[in-house]
């Protein structure tokens, strides 16, 4: 069964680093979102994107943060300069078509900042 | 504004049914989610109400009252693996982003 896949599972970094989480949604799907959740806190929408383009995102998602999808295959979110309140577990899911309601996520990516 | 209320935690026993309830206040409804998560790991799909009334799904169920602004997650026949967090996510605006409550840590005692 198709599925979502995310790399790394665990990515460790310094304060002020930049980090790429990287994220392989399902082939024939066209939506694609991030997710983030603080330790002990509700998953947070962060940024949803379609045709090549970012069509939503929240107050979260400031300046320090970018996604691309560079490949056709792959859909990336970058953190230009982490902090120490980035340090969530992020997740990346990906929809079928406009029709389809059901969001299928990866297992996600743990952050730490140091 | 946006708010998704749910009990915080819920204890319940092997072998019995347990009912976790869903408030919500969002603009832009396409329909109700609840998703299943355990500690480490990726929400899991359990159901999608769009339409007010019953959903059942094997020994999962849910309802929803669009006027209320209500639903619920009926587990039936409960088993120690159903020990996890229940999260209530809406489903909101046009590029159908999810919005999502504090989720419900159920403990299946035997």
């Known amino acids: 069964e198709p599925e979502v896949t995310q790399t790394p599972s665990h990515q460790v970094t310094q304060m002020g680093q930049e980090v790429i989480l990287r994220c392989v949604p399902i082939?024939?799907?066209?939506?694609f979102y991030w997710y983030r959740q603080i330790l002990g806190q509700k998953v947070e929408f962060l940024v949803s994107?379609?045709?090549?383009?970012?069509?939503?995102k929240s107050e979260i998602f400031d300046d320090q943060f970018s996604v691309e999808r560079p490949d056709g295959s792959n859909f990336t979110l970058k953190i230009r300069s982490t902090k120490l309140e980035d340090s969530a577990m992020y997740f990346c899911?990906?929809?079928?078509?406009?029709?389809?309601?059901?969001?299928?996520f990866g297992p996600g990516t743990r952050l730490t900042v140091l | 504004g946006q708010n998704i209320d749910q009990p915080t935690e819920m204890t319940a026993t092997e072998g019995a049914i347990v009912q976790i309830n869903c408030t919500y206040q969002?603009?832009?409804?396409?329909?109700l989610f609840w998703y299943q998560q355990h500690a480490g790991e990726a929400p899991t799909f359990l159901s999608y109400?769009?339409l007010d009334g019953l959903e059942e799904k094997g020994r999962f169920s849910s309802f929803l009252s669009r006027s209320k602004g209500y639903s619920y997650l009926l587990l039936k026949e409960l088993q120690m693996k159903d020990s996890a967090s229940y999260l209530c996510?809406?489903?909101?605006?046009?590029?159908?982003?999810?919005?999502w409550g504090l989720g419900t840590s159920l403990a299946v005692n035997p």
């Open positions: 899911a990906s929809r079928v078509t406009s029709g389809a309601y059901e969001q299928f």
């Open positions: 082939s024939n799907h066209l939506y």
């Open positions: 994107f379609y045709n090549n383009e970012i069509s939503e």
């Open positions: 969002t603009s832009g409804f396409n329909g």
């Open positions: 109400n769009v």
């Open positions: 996510a809406i489903n909101a605006g046009n590029n159908r982003k999810l919005i």
